[in-house]
T-cell receptor
């Protein structure tokens, strides 16, 4: 699976959009981009995933660049409960495991 | 429906002992994966079980083993505990399909080895 690079930490004001970047320059054509988050000492929580097109669900939006070498997770109106470590994972269907990197610690400030 | 449950939530053991952790997946899910999380190594994949068979294994020593029962419940065993085995052990439940979005994590078992 391709490796990902994320900033170690980011701050965001409550109520504002949080934009979390991820670089995955070695991604291959059949690999998906997944985002999970982990609130302190809890199990990771699935957020969203995509292949080529931008995706949106009730939690977030995922913007993938046309060359697929990077993506951005957008939390449109961050709340204090969104404070967590966010993991960007690149995955192909043939690998039956999640490979977590270091993630980004997002802190939402009041 | 009920989520993934893990028992116990907290455990304290001493070096050399062995430990067994349990994971009950979401009803209908047949795949259970185990992960170890430590401050130094982050989240690392241990193994996956599907229909009582180990389908994938991470890079951990043989002291780490697991099994899955016919009701899809899974247990993980660590023998001859070492201080470095202190970690949060997470299990993830899935239907067994190829899409990761089907994996749901439990709250974890916090193991402390003294």
């Amino acid at each position: 699976d391709a490796k990902t690079t994320q900033p170690p930490s980011m701050d965001c004001a409550e109520g504002r959009a949080a934009n979390l970047p991820c670089n995955h320059s070695t991604i291959s054509g059949n690999e998906y981009v997944y985002w999970y988050r982990q609130i302190h000492s809890q199990g990771p929580q699935y957020i969203i995933h995509g292949l080529k097109n931008n995706e949106t669900n009730e939690m977030a939006s995922l913007i993938i660049t046309e060359d697929r070498k990077s993506s951005t997770l957008i939390l449109p109106h961050a709340t204090l409960r969104d404070t967590a470590v966010y993991y960007c994972i690149v995955f192909s269907g043939s690998a039956r495991q999640l490979t977590f990197g270091s993630g980004t610690q997002l802190t939402v400030l009041p | 429906k009920a989520g993934v449950t893990q028992t116990p939530r907290y455990l304290i053991k001493t070096r050399g002992q062995q430990v067994t952790l349990s994971c009950s997946p979401i009803s209908g899910h047949r795949s259970v994966s185990w992960y170890q999380q430590t401050p130094g190594q982050g989240l690392q994949f241990l193994f996956e079980y599907f229909s009582e068979t180990q389908r994938n294994k991470g890079n951990f020593p043989g002291r780490f083993s697991g099994r899955q029962f016919s009701n899809s419940r899974s247990e993980m065993n660590v023998s001859t505990l070492e201080l470095g085995d202190s970690a949060l052990y997470l299990c993830a439940s899935g239907s067994g399909g190829p899409l990761l979005n089907e994996q749901f994590f439990g709250p974890g078992t916090r193991l402390t080895v003294l």
